[in-house]
């Protein structure tokens, strides 16, 4: 994609003049290199959507950083709807708390500190969560789609980021660790009979899937 087909599309999106998502992105770019973790604003956008327009009421967030991605789902939740979110920093989490106390929805997000696989699996096996949205260590997507699909309801959706590699996954060669688990997820989530999967170029990539 051109740099000015992604301006452009960067441009066209609802909530793009929220104030409150702004300032989090300019804090978060205070942070240096590591704010380019954070999702894109029509990323954000996009999940807003698919919470409100599939009615989520206990949507599942592992890697939630300074808390963007949390506050676009936990905004757009059906009444009395609580969301969960996993990450390993006190730190960058922290920042997160602040802007969810000041949006008005702290209530509505549970944050559990800690590995996130490890925490998803001392959950019960049972159908708890209607959609997941995966955005950690891209080595543990893997691990977290087989401990999520137990867990969420028939039906949800489960979304993955950066599933385009910043464009590298085309190369011929992968000789990197995170671009490998990608890759090999992308491939194993469009044959796996368990689901069905769409790769949309949003920003890096999002792999929607929706259990069966
Ligand atoms: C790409 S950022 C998430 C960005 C976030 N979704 C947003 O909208 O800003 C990745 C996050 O995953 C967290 N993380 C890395 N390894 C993890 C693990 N093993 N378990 C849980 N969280 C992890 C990091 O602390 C970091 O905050």
Redesign the pocket.
Known sequence: MSPALADYIAECHSQSDDRLLAELREE?AGLGG?S????SPE??TFLSLLVAALGVKAPI????????????MARALSGGGKLLC????RE??AI?RRYWERAGVAERIELRL??????LAAIPEAPHYDFA?T???KT?YDRYYELLLPRLRPGSVLVF??MLWRGRIVEETIDDPDGRAIDTLNRKLASDPRVESVLLPVADGLHVCRKL
Do not use: H
Request: charged share 20%; net charge negative; aromatic share 10%.
């Open positions: 978060t590591v380019t973790m954070q999702i990323q954000g967030e592992i890697g939630t950083f300074t808390g963007y991605s949390a506050l676009c996993l990450d390993v920093s960058w989490t997160a800690g590995d996130g696989a490890e925490t949205f955005d950690a260590d543990g980021d950066n």
